[in-house]
């Protein structure tokens, strides 16, 4: 009897302990999921605009995609999906791949309209990002901006990361971008104005991304691109030292001809 009694108090205790050692892990994903939502939200603008008479009113929603919202997102889906390490680092690389952030300056956007419907198109044009004191435009964009809208509606702009001349990365020294919309967008949007969304970007570290094996398989990609390239010039090249040669030989040749007569 008192075995039995001390075998039922033994599995009380290490059930209490189960317990006690979910709750603590659960508390932990919780606090961590709620630092990671925090950091997420952070990096999303949101401005809405409506007509007096309330015929359209529309709502955008901006989110820039930083260092740090990239790895929070990373983090967050991970947590959500229950990943492994290698299930989270394909992820990685797909998102990286997708958002191209090596040659790009990347942002989602977000409308959400009501009544009567917007006309955007061309979308690109009424777009402008301040990068410091330059002013870039879109390099690309989601086309499905430019149909017809009414309700919701997402997709991404981009813009050069690097300048067309020099080649220098335009995010050099930056502490601030800021993204205009022009007011003439639509009806409910005129009244107000442009509307801009501004980042503080000082703090934001862009090296955090080069880590791990998404990391490794992404430079591979942009090597195995430069090799390519590097092999067409080649080609492009020996095409015209090849007619250099043939001209060579046909001046030579028509030099000998001529100092033989």
């Known amino acids: ?16 302990s189960l317990v006690m050692m979910s709750a603590f892990f659960v508390c932990a994903l919780g606090a961590e999921g709620a630092v990671e939502d925090q950091i997420l939200k952070s990096w999303s603008k949101t401005q809405s605009r409506s007509e007096r008479d309330g015929i359209q009113s529309v709502s955008i929603k901006v989110t820039y995609y930083s260092a740090e919202y990239v790895e929070a997102l990373i983090r967050s889906e991970a947590e959500k999906n ?8 394909r992820y990685r690389y797909t998102l990286l791949r997708t958002l191209n952030l090596d040659e790009n300056i990347a942002f989602h956007v977000e409308f959400d309209t009501s009544g009567t419907p917007v006309y955007l198109q ?3 044009k009424h777009l402008k990002l301040y990068v410091g004191r330059k002013v870039l435009t879109p390099s690309d964009y989601d086309k499905r901006f430019n149909f017809k809208l009414q309700g919701k509606r997402d997709g991404m702009i981009w813009f050069p990361r690097f300048d067309e001349k020099t080649g220098k990365n335009q995010m050099d020294g930056v502490k601030q971008l800021r993204l205009f919309m022009s007011g003439s967008m639509s009806t409910a949007t005129t009244p107000g104005g442009d ?3 501004v980042w503080d970007i000082t703090r934001d ?8 094996t998404a990391a490794d398989r992404l430079e591979v990609d942009r090597l195995i691109k430069r090799l390519e390239k590097l092999n067409a010039d080649r080609a492009g090249f020996q095409k015209q030292l090849d007619a250099i040669d043939t001209e060579l030989s046909e001046l030579a040749s028509r030099v000998e001809e001529i100092q033989k007569r």
């Open 1 to 16: 009897m008192m075995f039995n009694r001390n075998r039922q108090i033994f599995k009380m205790k290490i059930c209490l």
């Open 195 to 197: 509307l801009i969304f």
């Open 205 to 212: 570290d862009p090296s955090v991304l080069n880590k791990g």
């Open 82 to 89: 229950l990943w492994t390490r290698d299930e989270e680092e």
């Open 122 to 124: 061309p979308f690109d």
